[in-house]
């Protein structure tokens, strides 16, 4: 006859146990592979970022605002580092960014920037990887709390937010009255 055993377990929520905060990598990918590389990677479990921006195609009988990847040629994962095999594996997948050392993390700040940017709704587009300029941070509209380097552009304002380890940067158009300067300059 079984007898059950009155000891008391501590109540932890499993996927806390189980589960490390992951870091974000970038994955380089075949031309116009993102979107699938993106989905296969998603139907792995993992969880994946394929930033996009809305922009006009022109073929030779007709004009259409389509998606496209704001990074061509990469897309986001988070995952561990040394169980990186499954994601070598997967169809597309050229390479994941790094060193001889291994992979390089994405800064999570700026894989949060891109994420409020892209959802924010406002004009956003690739832009050339800048450096140098004034660093800001949003105090007021839909991009609140998002840091990056202010510049001017055809007359308007726009905010700049690199992904240093891919040396690529995405622009939004704002409204100077949202920003205010800041002390830090992350190179």
């Known amino acids: 006859m079984a007898v059950a055993c009155p000891v008391a377990f501590p109540a932890f929520p499993v996927a806390e146990i189980a589960r490390p905060l992951l870091a974000w990598y970038a994955l380089r990918v075949r031309s116009n592979f993102e979107w699938a590389v993106n989905a296969v990677l998603t139907g792995k479990e993992y969880e994946a970022f394929l930033p996009t921006y809305r922009t006009r195609r022109r073929w030779s009988d007709r004009t259409k605002e389509v998606d496209a990847p704001l990074f ?4 986001f994962c988070r995952f561990d580092a040394t169980r990186r095999l499954p994601i070598l594996t997967t169809p597309g997948v050229v390479s994941i960014i790094g060193s001889s050392a291994g992979p390089i993390e994405v800064d999570e700040r700026e894989i949060a920037s891109v994420r409020a940017m892209v959802a924010s709704g406002v004009l956003v587009g690739p832009w ?3 450096r140098e300029g004034q660093y800001v941070a949003v105090e007021r509209g839909p991009l609140t709390g ?14 700049v937010v690199s992904v240093s380890l891919l040396q690529r940067s995405v622009a939004v158009e704002i409204d100077r009255d949202w920003v205010r300067p800041t002390s830090q300059h992350r190179p």
């Open 128 to 130: 050339p990887f800048l």
């Open 72 to 75: 061509r040629g990469y897309t």
């Open 146 to 159: 998002v840091e990056g380097i202010i510049i001017s552009f055809k007359g308007q304002y726009r905010l």
